[in-house]
């Protein structure tokens, strides 16, 4: 279990990887890039795993299941940098 100032800094991250997410869901409006796609739901997934790390402010009797939910997004996001990093376009 985290501590509270951990927690924090993990909300902080998770809504700049938010932030990251909306620039880079813009991008691909703009562009059209299936790379930029794939960057962006990278970010929302990063966002929401850090939320669920850090969601035991929030939810303090939610038990193992953010936990376990955060490592399967870390699978994910890592599967999707991997995946925006060899698309070609």
């Known amino acids: 279990m985290l501590t509270e100032p951990e927690q924090i800094i993990q909300l902080v991250s998770s809504l700049l990887a938010l932030i990251l997410f909306v620039i880079s869901y813009l991008a691909y409006r703009r562009e059209r890039r299936k790379k930029f796609f794939i960057l962006s739901s990278a970010f929302f997934f990063y966002s929401t795993m850090n939320f669920l790390d850090a969601a035991d402010i ?15 997004l870390n699978f994910v996001v890592l599967a999707l940098f991997f995946l925006s990093m060899i698309t070609k376009e």
């Open 58 to 72: 929030f939810f303090p009797q939610a038990g193992e299941y953010p936990e376990i939910w955060g490592s399967l």
